[in-house]
């Protein structure tokens, strides 16, 4: 796997996607005032 930089600035981390974000960004995904701005507008939901 390719070494991901870390990108720093005094207001912003960028940084390589972790495990330990995946639940985050599904709550983030599937809430309608985030996803009402990206693609089709609609939340996701988790497939099981």
């Not at 991901?4 to 995904?29: G, Q």
Request: hydrophobic share 50%.
């Amino acid at each position: 796997m390719p070494d991901i930089p870390t990108l720093t600035t005094h207001r912003l981390v960028l940084r390589a996607f972790h495990a330990r974000d995946v639940e985050p960004s599904l709550a983030m995904m599937a809430d309608a005032e985030v996803t009402r701005f990206l693609g089709d507008g609609r939340p996701l939901a988790r497939v099981a």
